[in-house]
Every structure is written in C-alpha cells, then in structure tokens.
Nanobody, 121 residues
Framework: QVQLVESGGGLVQPGGSLRLSCAAS????????MGWYRQAPGKERELVAG???????NYADSVKGRFTISRDNAKNTLQLQMMSLKLEDTAVYYC???????????????WGQGTQVTVSS
C-alpha cells in the first residue's frame, strides 16, 4: 500500500502565508508526477500546482506568483508554499501522486486525505 499524508493546513488571515507538506510512504519504487489540488465547498476539485519528477512545474492561473510547489525525491515529499493568501484560497487541499507500487509493479495514482486551509479575517 501507498499512503500520502498532508500537513500544514490551518487558519490564516488574508495576505498571510502557509506551507503545506505531503509525505509519501509504503510500497514505493518511484514517484512520478505529483501535485496539489483543492476543493472548496460547492465546487469541483481543481489542480493548484503540479511538478514532474525532474522539477518541471505548472500552476493554476489563480495562484501564479503566489504559490510555489517543490519536492524532495530522496525523501518522497512534496511541498506547497502559499503566500499572499486570499479569501478564495479557502479549501481542502489534497496531495496527489503517480506511484510505481513495489507490490504490484504498476503505476497507480494516489490521493492524500486532505488538509483544510481557511483564509479569514
């Protein structure tokens, strides 16, 4: 089995910063693309930022210039540095990863359980 565990969510005022982390563990041979998604109440889950194994990144237009995604391949971790947070950034943030599972030797997609980010004054 493969587990993705997020941490770092919380309550922050508009204009503030938060750093999310995601740790992958379990039957991992290698992790391919990783990403952060978010889902606000009443809305569909959307991609916030993605990063390939070699470090190529992409961002949703709404977060460009404010959020930075990074990863540590040696530690199987993923981070999202969020700055200049806005009310509309409030959502549950999910970690996502493509993982080559050692038990099945198949590449599967996995999700974390999510971490709440609330931006409020």
């Amino acid at each position: 089995q493969v587990q993705l565990v997020e941490s770092g969510g919380g309550l922050v005022q508009p204009g503030g910063s938060l750093r999310l982390s995601c740790a992958a563990s379990g039957s991992i041979v290698v992790i391919g693309a990783m990403g952060w998604y978010r889902q606000a109440p009443g809305k569909e889950r959307e991609l916030v930022a993605g990063i390939t194994r070699d470090g190529t990144t992409n961002y949703a237009d709404s977060v460009k210039g404010r959020f930075t995604i990074s990863r540590d391949n040696a530690k199987n971790t993923l981070q999202l540095q969020m700055m200049s947070l806005k009310l509309e950034d409030t959502a549950v943030y999910y970690c996502n990863a493509d993982v080559l599972n050692r038990q099945t030797m198949r590449m599967n997609n996995y999700w974390g359980q999510g971490t709440q980010v609330t931006v409020s004054s």
